[in-house]
């Protein structure tokens, strides 16, 4: 009896399907071919790509569930099961070439398994909340880190394209929480008599030796604008590359102050000095690395510096020396283009070395010549920017970047939590660092105080155009 066989069945064979009757031999497999082959036949005998040759067809070893690994009929050492002791993994990713698998988990570390040594090796812990590293699978080595607030566990993995690089972190930064900072640099003007009066602006003199009676506030006393003090504004504002005003006022803004004798600060509000600008600073980024960025200025404005209130604990009383009351103050304000305290800290160094170049300022924090107000919010990035908190008197480079931070910090704490941010006034200890808000609330009234410098401003045009060519020189040579 002559044998058909399964391809037969389904169409008649091909010329090259053929076989001599003499090899083909029955067999128990026979009824599961032609049970795979009705159920396959029209793919197989419709398709103009079959290869001019024969079909081999074989059924293989079932898996064994004591040895997964032979899958069929043959050793594979890649098929492996892995058991991480203490480390539920919640994403895994596999290298480029197969051979590696990186798990990561609830904790702010990794796991990678080389399958062909049968080694686990853990990646180093993230050191710092909010970090992302990026991974050199090839160089097992940290190429890159950077921040990212939300990554602080290793619940999200991603390969770079080619599977050379590993980015790990953490999947929540959707509800990141960015910074905004805007600064207010006082900054005092190196001159030898005060804003208004002819009293010396010496440092270190005996208390209260200083002191005009313009200072102290007394009655029928008139103001006498210095000129030196309009000159030191007009070249820090070219420096800043503002555009200085032919015509600006003094205002008073009423502070209710112990060492503010006169009840009021004689400052510019609505015509300040010069307006515009912009600086450009370096900083060093938690890479190491040198980056440059841009602030923009709000405004110059010249003022009054207040007196120094000094607190004896021990007799419980307040005393006041006024050696500081009316000394000449340049107000740099600047746009909120900050994000943390590094750059708060960068940008007011690049300012204090621009300034001490101009010789405007001496710009020793110690000593008092210079102080930072920062105002400081936090918002997500679709979002309004949030309630804004004013942290007065920071005294030192090392003070405005730690306050900025915690603020920062604090405000990102209240509103995860549901709280609301307070507008308020805070004040920063250097000792112990946390924030407290300002006991002394203070009320504000501007008034036209009718102190203008149009007399002097007359010949602004002229004093533009010596100091213009002076600060190019000083900064040019610096």
Same mark, same amino acid.
């Not at 770079?160 to 003007?189: D, F, R």
């Given at each position: 009896?002559?044998?058909?066989?399964?391809?037969?069945?389904?169409?008649?064979?091909?010329?090259?399907?053929?076989?001599?009757?003499?090899?083909?031999?029955?067999?128990?497999?026979?009824?599961?071919?032609?049970?795979?082959?009705?159920?396959?036949?029209?793919?197989?005998?419709?398709?103009?790509?079959?290869?001019?040759?024969?079909?081999?067809?074989?059924?293989?070893?079932?898996?064994?569930?004591?040895?997964?690994?032979?899958?069929?009929?043959?050793?594979?050492?890649?098929?492996?099961?892995?058991?991480?002791?203490?480390?539920?993994?919640?994403?895994?990713?596999?290298?480029?070439d197969g051979l590696e698998v990186i798990m990561?988990?609830?904790?702010?570390?990794?796991?990678?398994?080389?399958?062909?040594?049968?080694?686990?090796?853990?990646?180093?812990?993230?050191?710092?909340e909010g970090d992302v590293y990026i991974w050199?699978?090839?160089?097992?080595?940290?190429?890159?880190?950077?921040?990212?607030?939300?990554?602080?566990?290793?619940?999200?993995?991603?390969?770079?394209?080619?599977?050379?690089?590993?980015?790990?972190?953490?999947?929540?930064?959707?509800?990141?929480?960015?910074?905004?900072?805007?600064?207010?640099?006082?900054?005092?003007?190196?001159?030898?008599?005060?804003?208004?009066?002819?009293?010396?602006?010496?440092?270190?003199?005996?208390?209260?030796?200083?002191?005009?009676?313009?200072?102290?506030?007394?009655?029928?006393?008139?103001?006498?604008?210095?000129?030196?003090?309009?000159?030191?504004?007009?070249?820090?504002?070219?420096?800043?590359?503002?555009?200085?005003?032919?015509?600006?006022?003094?205002?008073?803004?009423?502070?209710?102050?112990?060492?503010?004798?006169?009840?009021?600060?004689?400052?510019?509000?609505?015509?300040?000095?010069?307006?515009?600008?912009?600086?450009?600073?370096?900083? @060093?980024?938690?890479?190491?690395?040198?980056?440059?960025?841009?602030?923009?200025?709000?405004?110059?404005?010249?003022?009054?510096?207040?007196?120094?209130?000094?607190?004896?604990?021990?007799?419980?009383?307040?005393?006041?020396?006024?050696?500081?009351?009316?000394?000449?103050?340049?107000?740099?304000?600047?746009?909120?283009?900050?994000?943390?305290? @590094?750059?708060?800290?960068?940008?007011?160094?690049?300012?204090?070395?621009?300034?001490?170049?101009?010789?405007?300022?001496?710009?020793?924090?110690?000593?008092?010549?210079?102080?930072?107000?920062?105002?400081?919010?936090?918002?997500?990035?679709?979002?309004?920017?949030?309630?804004?908190?004013?942290?007065?008197?920071?005294?030192?480079?090392?003070?405005?970047?730690?306050?900025?931070?915690?603020?920062?910090?604090?405000?990102?704490?209240?509103?995860?939590?549901?709280?609301?941010?307070?507008?308020?006034?805070?004040?920063?200890?250097?000792?112990?660092?946390?924030?407290?808000?300002?006991?002394?609330?203070?009320?504000?009234?501007?008034?036209?105080?009718?102190?203008?410098?149009?007399?002097?401003?007359?010949?602004?045009?002229?004093?533009?155009?010596?100091?213009?060519?002076?600060?190019?020189?000083?900064?040019?040579?610096?």
């Amino acid at each position: 009896m002559k044998h058909i066989s399964g391809f037969e069945k389904v169409s008649a064979a091909p010329n090259w399907a053929k076989l001599p009757s003499e090899k083909v031999q029955s067999s128990d497999d026979d009824s599961d071919v032609d049970d795979l082959l009705q159920k396959t036949g029209n793919y197989l005998v419709t398709s103009s790509s079959l290869p001019k040759g024969l079909i081999d067809l074989k059924q293989c070893t079932d898996a064994n569930k004591e040895q997964p690994s032979e899958v069929d009929g043959k050793l594979n050492p890649k098929i492996q099961s892995v058991f991480l002791d203490g480390f539920p993994i919640h994403c895994a990713h596999f290298s480029s070439d197969g051979l590696e698998v990186i798990m990561g988990s609830r904790f702010k570390n990794f796991q990678y398994y080389d399958m062909m040594a049968g080694k686990i090796v853990n990646v180093p812990k993230i050191k710092v909340e909010g970090d992302v590293y990026i991974w050199d699978l090839d160089r097992r080595d940290c190429i890159h880190r950077f921040y990212d607030e939300g990554c602080t566990k290793g619940t999200s993995i991603a390969l770079s394209p080619n599977g050379q690089y590993l980015a790990c972190g953490h999947n929540s930064t959707q509800e990141n929480w960015k910074g905004v900072i805007g600064l207010e640099i006082h900054a005092q003007i190196n001159t030898k008599s005060k804003l208004f009066s002819a009293s010396s602006t010496a440092f270190g003199a005996p208390t209260n030796t200083q002191v005009s009676i313009f200072d102290a506030a007394l009655p029928g006393t008139l103001p006498v604008l210095n000129g030196e003090c309009v000159r030191a504004g007009v070249k820090t504002a070219i420096a800043l590359n503002s555009k200085i005003n032919k015509v600006s006022k003094f205002d008073r803004k009423h502070y209710f102050y112990a060492d503010l004798p006169q009840g009021y600060q004689i400052t510019q509000q609505r015509q300040p000095l010069a307006v515009g600008g912009e600086v450009e600073y370096i900083l @060093i980024d938690q890479n190491n690395r040198y980056v440059t960025k841009t602030a923009r200025i709000t405004q110059l404005q010249l003022e009054q510096d207040s007196g120094r209130s000094l607190h004896d604990e021990e007799g419980r009383q307040s005393l006041i020396d006024l050696n500081r009351a009316g000394i000449g103050l340049m107000e740099i304000v600047t746009e909120p283009d900050f994000e943390n305290g @590094i750059d708060c800290s960068s940008f007011v160094r690049e300012v204090q070395l621009m300034m001490r170049q101009l010789q405007v300022c001496l710009g020793s924090f110690r000593e008092g010549a210079l102080r930072v107000d920062a105002n400081i919010s936090v918002h997500k990035p679709s979002e309004p920017l949030g309630v804004r908190s004013e942290v007065k008197n920071l005294g030192s480079l090392k003070d405005l970047r730690n306050a900025v931070d915690y603020e920062i910090k604090r405000q990102k704490s209240v509103l995860k939590n549901g709280g609301t941010v307070i507008n308020e006034t805070r004040t920063f200890d250097s000792e112990s660092g946390p924030i407290s808000p300002d006991i002394l609330a203070e009320i504000v009234d501007i008034k036209e105080s009718g102190y203008s410098t149009v007399a002097y401003c007359s010949q602004m045009q002229l004093i533009i155009r010596s100091i213009t060519l002076s600060v190019s020189n000083t900064l040019g040579n610096g």
